[in-house]
């Protein structure tokens, strides 16, 4: 059983059964690495944290009998429980979630065993620790909320592992690292670790290293602060592993890992009269193999590619990435639907994928005047938009992500649906995260919305979609179909069955 300083506890389960369609064939959505005609099951709920204390850690207790009771009981969640980033590493063996508490909490892949084969993609709470504390800014008069915006794995090199986190203003490097055995017989201590008196030492002891129970500490290495006026949005490590980028809304800093008190200024937007300033930076990537590019989107709409060998300050950028609007299809939102709020590399480092409010775009890096493909996530909230501005779900950020062989691609949406396009068959499919269809063994169906007319049996009406639980944060395991889904303060994963 994991606990934080704060003494709160991590984790939960609850199996279902595949995704099926209500004809009870596979659901309609095929990839290279093998969720093609088969079906998935959700594996486990995690829950992230309430402001409860449940147990002290001196009680033994099963960790599952102690979650599935907490998750039958405690269906609420304050502010700072709800989840703000996930992402697996590299092996996909770890995923990291970062709550607005500013808590990271990191779960770990169960072993495979041969008498219980279907528990391989399980995870368990692996390490809890409080990445950020609320500050304030006394100069500016300005609160620096806790909550964690980003977290980036660094590839693994020896036993420990070490992540990136950030908060507004600040950017951690910890190192998660277990630890096993304890050294034992000091001789300026004592027992208890208090200093004795060098007069009562009387022979020479030498200390030995004895077993103790697995403890997981997560230690902060580096601390980048002091580099950015404005909200940090992105963090992203570059393919030479040395080096990192920071973006806020005007600027984006180069880092090395080992300087803290130094940034490199690459790009720099913030025109010298800020009545001119139209447009800001939203999101930022390397490329996946070139440490000399990388890419960030802006609030316009834009993608520009960036060549670090051209110049020291990339103001100029190398190429251009923008769709012409059509003006039938203007209108008073034209600007804030076509807001970027994500931007990715594929896996091979050929393509470009974003996300605005209502697409998701794919963009060759040979071709800079139209995208190659546009998926529609929500079409139908566009007759929606004058009462999502109202009511500011217009400005949610949706994030996207590459499956790992960069042929499926998923986001989210509202009414804790999340979408996968099929980018070879051109197949998609709607399925829901939620906390009402999370019985065991119970066949997760696809969703679909009805827009108008009469509604099917299995149909949703889109006046009837809760705005209020949205899907903005979802991740794709590197190598296999494992998928990880966040719900508020609830965490779904979700695997391709073996069958």
């Given at each position: ?74 269906s609420y969640a304050t502010e700072a429980d709800i989840i703000s980033t996930v992402e697996f590493n590299h092996t996909g063996e770890l995923l990291a979630t970062g709550d607005k508490g500013g808590r990271v909490v990191i779960f770990q892949r169960e072993q495979e065993s041969k008498n219980q084969v279907h528990r391989r993609g399980e995870y368990n709470v692996y390490s809890t620790f409080q990445s950020h504390e609320p ?202 639907i076509s807001s970027i709020s994500d931007v990715k590399f594929s896996h091979s480092g050929r393509y470009i994928m974003t996300r605005d409010y209502l697409t998701v775009k794919v963009w060759d890096l040979n071709m800079e005047n139209r995208p190659i493909e546009t998926y529609q996530v929500h079409d139908y909230l566009r007759s929606k938009l004058c009462s999502l501005y109202e009511n500011d779900c217009i400005f949610d ?103």
């Open positions: 059983m994991a606990r934080n300083h704060a003494g709160q506890f991590y984790s939960g389960f609850n199996r279902l059964g595949p995704w099926c369609s209500p004809s009870g064939s596979p659901a309609p959505l095929s990839c290279e690495t093998g969720c093609g005609e088969g079906s998935w099951i959700l594996v486990c709920r995690l829950l992230v944290p309430t402001q409860v204390s449940l147990l002290s850690m001196e009680e033994d207790i099963d960790t599952r009998k102690i979650n599935n009771s907490f998750l039958r009981d405690h500050e304030f800014d006394y100069l500016k008069s300005l609160e620096i909320e806790e909550k964690i915006n980003k977290i980036r794995w660094l590839p693994q090199q020896n036993a420990a592992y070490f992540l990136l986190s950030t908060n507004d203003k600040t950017v951690k490097l910890w190192k998660v690292s277990e630890r096993d055995k304890r050294p034992e017989g000091y001789n300026l201590k004592d027992e208890e670790g208090r200093l004795r008196d060098p007069a009562t030492i009387t022979t020479l002891r030498v200390p030995v290293l004895r077993p103790m129970d697995l403890m997981v500490e997560a230690t902060p290495r580096r601390v980048f602060a002091n580099a950015h006026t404005y909200h940090i949005n992105s963090i992203s490590v570059n393919s030479d592993y040395e080096t990192y980028m920071s973006a806020d809304d005007l600027r984006i800093n180069l880092w090395n890992f080992e300087i803290t008190n130094q940034s490199f200024n690459i790009v720099d937007i913030k025109p010298a009269n800020m009545e001119e300033l139209t447009e800001v930076i939203t999101a930022a990537e390397f490329h996946p193999h070139h440490c000399n590019s990388f890419v960030y989107s802006s609030s316009k709409g834009t993608i520009r590619l960036c060549d670090m060998r051209a110049s020291a300050l990339c103001d100029r950028h190398s190429k251009f990435f923008e769709e012409p609007e059509d003006p039938s299809n203007r209108s008073f939102f034209s600007e804030i950020k949706f994030e996207c992500v590459w499956n790992g062989s960069d042929s499926v691609i998923m986001t989210g949406s509202y009414n804790n649906f999340f979408r996968m396009f099929d980018r070879n068959t051109k197949r998609d499919v709607t399925l829901e995260a939620s906390r009402e269809n999370s019985k065991p063994r119970a066949i997760l169906k696809p969703r679909k919305v009805c827009v108008g007319g009469k509604r099917r049996k299995d149909e949703i009406s889109v006046d009837s979609l809760d705005f209020s639980k949205k899907i903005l944060h979802t991740a794709w395991h590197p190598s296999e179909n494992i998928i990880a889904v966040a719900a508020t303060n609830n965490l779904y994963i979700f695997q391709d069955k073996v069958n």
